[in-house]
């Protein structure tokens, strides 16, 4: 059961410099989502997915970019790297909620590094 | 304004010791409500999970949560803390007003276990 795969898991980048990552999910689920997680800030929502061909904006969305091309895949983007983008990233995916009631299934996190 | 709090950053329990890890939640309706753990370098693991009926739910590792409507809360509870126990602990909520259906987390409750 890989359940969400997060690549790559370590990531170095020089300012403005653009990244891609990526994030695979086997469990079939609707919904996914991209959050950073910063010391003393938990989880913030960057953008999530509800479906394949859809994206929306999530509380911290700036200098992100996201892409949902397939129903297993889930994109995201930095087009312009940003020392203030240093973060682990987490992916997650769960079933289409109601009324939030699914839980989400996360990876392992994408550690990256704004020099 | 919706929010999902934590109040304790930082916990230090003895082997053996009873545990609580405090959450609580502000908004309009009936939350659904989540504890997750995340071990060092790890993603989150959901814990356990509240969407209705019985206001104490079972999770796994030992851990419970009763649901106060009254105290507008969401503890986490072990009986018997382990040294495995010790992680980060972050409190979730759906359901919220002014969310659009995500999920809000709070901040963290970082627990020490003492042999």
């Known amino acids: 059961n890989a359940g969400v795969t997060q690549t790559p898991k370590f990531r170095v980048l020089k300012t403005g410099q653009s990244m891609t990552l990526l994030c695979a999910q086997d469990?079939?689920?609707?919904?996914m989502y991209w959050y950073r997680q910063d010391p003393g800030m938990g989880l913030r929502l960057i953008h999530y997915s509800v479906g394949e061909g859809t994206t929306a904006k999530g509380e911290v969305p700036d200098g992100y970019n996201v892409s949902r091309l397939k129903k297993q895949n889930f994109l995201l983007g930095l087009e312009s790297a940003a020392p203030s983008q240093t973060s682990v990233y987490f992916c997650a995916s769960s079933y289409p909620r109601v009324n939030s009631n699914q839980p989400q299934h996360f990876g392992d996190g994408t550690r990256l590094s704004i020099l | 304004a919706q929010s999902v709090t934590q109040p304790d950053i930082h916990i230090t329990v003895s082997e053996g010791a009873s545990l609580e890890l405090r959450c609580n939640y502000s908004y309009g309706a009936t939350p659904y409500l989540f504890w997750y753990v995340q071990s060092p370098g790890q993603g989150l693991q959901l814990l356990l999970k509240?969407?209705?009926?019985?206001?104490l739910v079972q999770g796994i590792k030992g851990f419970e949560a009763e649901f106060k409507r009254s105290q507008s809360s969401f503890n986490l509870r072990k009986p018997s803390v382990h040294w495995s126990d010790a992680a980060e602990y972050f409190c979730a909520g759906g359901g919220l007003r002014g969310s659009q259906g995500n999920l809000i987390f709070g901040k963290g409750t970082k627990l020490s276990v003492k042999p």
């Open positions: 509240y969407f209705s009926g019985d206001t």
């Open positions: 469990m079939n689920h609707e919904y």
